[in-house]
C-alpha cells in the first residue's frame, strides 16, 4: 500500500516492461531507469544486446541511465515539447511517417502537422539546445528501427506543460505506427508498485473509482455497486454542488489552509490526514510548514515518523503506526497493468496495525460501518470482489481474489517474452490478467489498442469516447471511428463502431452490472468501449496541439516573449493558479541556474523508510547539490563545500557541492528525498525518542520553484530556478 494517498504521474503503459525486449528502438525522455527502475532496465539491456536496438536517452542530466545509452541527448528542462514536435515534424517532412497508420486510426492529422511544421530543427535548437541536426538524426533512426518504444517518466509530466509532453510523446508513435504492436507502445514507468492500481481505484481528487468522473450516474453507478443510498450520499455533501466538484490535489491542499491564492471553498481546510504519504514531497515546502502550525489536527499514518512528524511543533498531531506490505495482504496493480496478489509474509510488528484495520476502525467510529462494511465479509478479499464489480471501465470485472491468487502462486508457469501461461492452471492467460480483463474467464489485454487478436483473446481497437464527429478549429470535419477494414479478427463490424448502450436498457457497457452488454459484445468479436481513431487534437485542453510554452521561471526572458505561459487559472483544483502572472522574464537575472530534481537508487520518495535504514543510509548518508566544474571553480566552490541554494519564493537549504559533468554549467541537480533539517537547522530533536531516521538532510522541495500542469495539476519540480552560494 506504500504510497496510497498519492497519484503524480499519469497514464498507464500501453505495453508492458517484457514486451520491451520485442522493441528495435527505445526511445527514453525524463526517466532514469537506472536508478528509478533498475528491475525493468533488464528488458531494455536486452533488446539493446539481442535486437540491436538504439537506447535513445533525452535528459538534461548524463544519468546512470544515460550511462547505457546509444545516443544521448541533453536537452534543456521543460522543452520535450519542442524536441518531440520536432521529431514529428522531421518524420513528416522526410516522408518517414506511417501512411495507412494515419489514414486508417489517426484523428486531427491535418491540424497537427500544420502546428508540428513550426518546429523546425533550427527552431528545435534554439529552444532546447539541441543540434538541428541531431534532431533529424534521432527522427531517422526512429523512422528506421520499427517497432520501437517511447518510456517515460518524471522528466516528462512535472512541468506547467507536462499534459503537452506527454500527448507529444503519443502522437510520435501514432505517426510511427508505433501503437498496438508488440515493441512499440507508449510506456510511462509508474511510480510506486501500486500507484497504477491508487490511480485505478481513484486516490485523486477528480473521479470516482476507475475513471468514473464525477458527475450524477457515475455516483448512482457506485452507490449500486457499493448498495448504499444515492440520497444518503448526497445528504453528507456540503450541497449538492460540491458532490461533482473536484477536490484540492496533494500539490496544493495547503492553499485551503494558507489561502495565499484565493481558494474555491466554503470552509478553509482544518485538517489533514497524510496516509502513506511524505510531506517533504511536495514542492515550496516551507509553505506547508505555515499550513501544518495552523491546523487544528493533524494524522499520520505510516509505519515511520515522517518529516510531516517533526516539522509539526504543535499539540493535536497524531502518529498512527501502520503496518508495512510484509504485514498484511492483497491485491496490486502494477506499472503494467497486471495485478498481483501479495500475501503476509510476517505478523506485524510492535504496536502497528495494518490499513485495513485502521481504515475499519475510523468508518465504524464515524458511524458509517453499517453501510459500507454490510457486504464485506472477509477483508480484503471481499474489497478485492467489490472493485472487480464496479470498475467496468477498465475491465476489472474479470478479476477475483481467487484468480489473481492463481496467477502469483503459479508466475513460474508464465513464458518471459509473452508473458502467456504455457500450460498449467493458467493456460494461455497472461500474467497477471492486464486489464482489461472483461469477463471471468478472459485472458487479459497484454498490449492495448492491438487489432490483430480476437477481443476475446486480448485484443482491442482505439476507444470511442467523444461522439462519431468533430468539427475542428480549422473548419475541417472529420469521422472519429476508424476506417471501413480496421477490425479485430471476428468482429461482426469490419470498421469503426461506437460503444455499446441499451443492450440492458437504461445502461450502456459501462454502468450495466449484470455485464451483459460487455459479454454480448465480446460475443459479436467487438469491444465494448467501441472502435475509433486516436486522436492529435484535445479541443477540451488549452492547447488543442501540444505546442512550447517557456517554464513559469525561465532562463531565456526572449523565448517568454515568443512562448508566453497559460493564462493565469482561476477555481484549478479549488485553487487560483498563477501562470502569466508568474512569469517573471527578470528572474534569471538573480535565479540564474536552471534547478531540477529526482531520484536516486538508494532511497525512495520522501526517504522515511530508506533513511530508516541502516544499510541503505549507510550507502547514501548524505544530501547533495550536483555542480558542474565550471559554475563551481567560478564561484569558488569545492567538492564537500557546503552551499547554499536559494529559490525565488524564498526558500533556502544548505546542502554538500557535488562537483561533476553529469549537469551542464546552466543547471543543478537536488535528490529529493532527504528531510530532518529545514533551513540550516537540523529537527533531529523533534523525532520521537529512537525513531530519529539513520540519515537526515535539508528536503530538496524546500526550494522547488512555483508551477503546476495546466490539466493535472502536478507540481513543476523539473523546471525551476535557483541561485547558488558558498556557505
Ligand atoms: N530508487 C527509487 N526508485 C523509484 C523512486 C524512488 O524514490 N527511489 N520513486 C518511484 C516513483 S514514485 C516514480 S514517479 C519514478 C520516477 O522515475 P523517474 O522519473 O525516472 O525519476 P526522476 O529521477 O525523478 O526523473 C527522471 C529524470 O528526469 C530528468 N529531467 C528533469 N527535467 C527534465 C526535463 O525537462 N526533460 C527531460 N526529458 N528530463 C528531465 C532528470 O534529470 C532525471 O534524470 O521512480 C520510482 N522509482
Ligand atoms: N522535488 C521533487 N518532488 C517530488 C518528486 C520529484 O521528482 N521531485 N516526485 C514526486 C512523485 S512522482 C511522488 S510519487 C512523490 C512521492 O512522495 P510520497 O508518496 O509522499 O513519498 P514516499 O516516501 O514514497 O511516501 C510514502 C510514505 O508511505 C509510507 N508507507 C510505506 N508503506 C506503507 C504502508 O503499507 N502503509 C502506510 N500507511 N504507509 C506506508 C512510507 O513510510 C512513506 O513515509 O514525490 C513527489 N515529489
Ligand atoms: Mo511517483
Request: glycine residues 8%.
Amino acid at each position: 500500500m506504500a504510497g496510497v494517498a498519492n497519484t503524480w504521474g499519469y497514464g498507464a503503459m500501453t505495453n508492458s516492461l517484457n514486451d520491451i525486449r520485442h522493441s528495435k528502438c527505445i526511445f527514453m525522455i525524463g526517466s532514469n531507469a537506472a536508478e528509478a527502475h533498475p528491475v525493468a532496465l533488464q528488458h531494455i539491456l536486452r533488446a539493446k544486446e539481442v535486437n540491436n536496438a538504439p537506447v535513445i536517452v533525452v535528459d538534461p542530466r548524463f544519468t546512470r541511465l544515460a550511462a547505457k545509452a546509444t545516443d544521448y541527448v541533453r536537452i534543456r528542462p521543460g522543452t520535450d515539447t519542442a524536441f518531440v514536435m520536432g521529431l514529428i515534424n522531421a518524420i513528416i517532412q522526410n516522408d518517414w511517417y506511417d501512411k495507412e497508420f494515419v489514414r486508417t486510426r489517426v484523428a486531427g492529422f491535418e491540424e497537427m502537422k500544420e502546428v508540428a511544421s513550426h518546429y523546425t530543427p533550427e527552431v528545435v535548437e534554439d529552444i532546447t539546445g539541441i543540434p538541428a541536426s541531431e534532431v533529424v538524426r534521432i527522427a531517422k533512426i526512429m523512422a528506421t528501427h520499427r517497432p520501437g518504444t517511447v518510456i517515460w517518466c518524471m522528466g516528462g509530466t512535472q512541468h506547467h506543460i507536462g499534459s503537452s509532453n506527454t500527448r507529444a510523446f503519443c502522437i510520435l508513435q501514432l505517426v510511427l505506427g508505433n501503437m498496438g504492436v508488440s515493441g512499440g507502445g507508449t510506456n510511462i514507468f509508474r511510480g510506486h508498485d501500486n500507484v497504477q492500481g491508487a490511480t485505478d481505484m481513484c486516490v485523486l481528487s477528480h473521479s470516482l473509482p476507475a475513471y468514473y468522473g464525477l458527475k450524477d450516474g457515475s455516483w448512482k453507478h457506485w452507490c449500486r455497486v457499493w448498495d448504499v443510498d444515492y440520497e444518503w450520499i448526497k445528504s453528507r455533501f456540503h450541497s449538492k454542488d460540491y458532490m461533482n466538484k473536484k477536490g484540492f490535489t496533494l500539490a496544493r491542499w495547503y492553499e485551503g489552509v494558507n489561502q495565499d491564492d484565493k481558494i474555491y471553498q466554503y470552509t478553509p481546510i482544518k485538517a489533514v490526514v497524510f496516509w502513506g504519504c511524505a510531506s517533504n514531497s511536495q514542492s515550496q515546502y516551507f509553505k506547508l510548514k505555515k499550513a501544518l502550525d495552523k491546523l487544528d489536527l493533524v494524522v499520520i499514518i505510516d509505519p515511520f515518523p515522517t518529516m510531516t512528524a517533526a516539522m509539526c511543533e504543535k499539540d493535536n498531531v497524531y502518529l498512527l503506526p501502520s503496518t508495512s506490505q510484509y504485514e498484511t495482504e492483497g491485491s496490486v496493480t502494477s506499472t503494467s497493468r497486471q495485478v498481483q496478489w501479495r500475501f503476509k509474509v510476517v505478523d506485524p510488528v510492535h504496536d502497528s496495525k495494518d490499513d485495513y484495520w485502521i481504515m475499519e476502525e475510523l468508518v465504524k467510529r464515524f458511524g458509517f460501518a453499517d453501510k459500507f462494511y454490510k457486504n464485506i465479509k472477509k477483508v480484503p478479499d471481499d474489497v478485492t470482489r467489490e472493485l472487480a464489480k464496479g470498475s467496468l471501465t477498465i475491465g476489472y470485472c474479470g478479476y477475483s481474489p481467487e484468480r489473481i491468487k492463481k496467477h502469483t502462486l503459479n508466475w513460474h508457469t508464465f513464458d518471459i517474452d509473452t508473458l502467456q501461461a504455457k500450460g498449467g492452471p493458467c493456460d494461455g492467460e497472461y500474467y497477471g490478467l492486464p486489464w482489461p480483463c472483461w469477463t471471468e474467464d478472459h485472458p487479459g489485454t497484454p498490449i492495448l489498442y492491438d487489432i490483430s487478436k480476437p477481443v476475446a483473446k486480448g485484443g482491442l481497437p482505439f476507444r470511442a469516447r467523444f461522439g462519431t464527429e468533430i468539427t475542428y478549429y480549422s473548419g475541417r470535419k472529420e469521422n472519429l471511428l476508424a476506417a471501413e477494414g480496421i477490425a479485430n479478427p471476428g468482429s461482426e463490424v469490419n470498421g469503426g463502431y461506437p460503444e455499446f448502450k441499451d443492450v440492458v436498457p437504461g445502461t450502456n457497457w459501462k454502468t450495466d452490472l449484470s455485464m451483459k452488454t460487455i459479454k454480448y459484445a465480446i460475443s459479436k468479436g467487438m469491444a465494448p468501449f467501441g472502435n475509433a481513431r486516436a486522436r492529435c487534437v484535445v479541443w477540451t485542453f488549452p492547447d488543442q496541439v501540444p505546442v512550447h510554452r517557456e517554464p513559469l521561471h525561465s532562463p531565456r526572458p526572449d523565448l517568454v516573449a515568443k512562448y508566453p505561459t497559460y493564462e493565469d487559472k482561476p477555481n484549478h483544483y479549488r485553487v487560483f493558479t498563477k501562470y502569466k502572472s508568474e512569469q517573471r522574464p527578470e528572474l534569471v537575472k538573480d535565479f540564474p541556474f536552471v534547478l531540477i530534481t529526482g531520484r536516486m537508487v538508494e532511497h525512495m520518495g520522501g526517504g522515511a523508510e530508506t533513511r530508516s535504514n541502516k544499510y541503505l543510509a549507510e550507502l547514501a548518508p548524505e544530501m547533495y547539490a550536483e555542480i558542474n566544474t565550471r559554475v563551481a571553480n567560478d564561484l569558488g566552490i569545492r567538492s564537500g563545500d557546503m552551499v547554499w541554494i536559494e529559490s525565488p519564493e524564498g526558500g533556502r537549504i544548505k546542502v554538500k557541492a557535488k562537483i561533476t559533468e553529469r549537469v551542464d554549467d546552466k543547471t543543478i541537480f537536488l535528490p529529493f528525498h532527504f528531510g530532518g533539517f529545514f533551513q540550516g537547522e537540523s529537527l533531529e530533536a523533534n523525532y520521537p525518542s529512537g525513531h530519529v531516521p539513520y540519515a537526515l538532510g535539508e528536503p530538496a522541495n524546500i526550494v522547488t520553484n512555483y508551477g503546476y500542469d495546466i490539466i493535472t495539476q502536478i507540481q513543476s519540480t523539473k523546471d525551476g530556478l535557483c541561485k547558488v552560494s558558498k556557505a
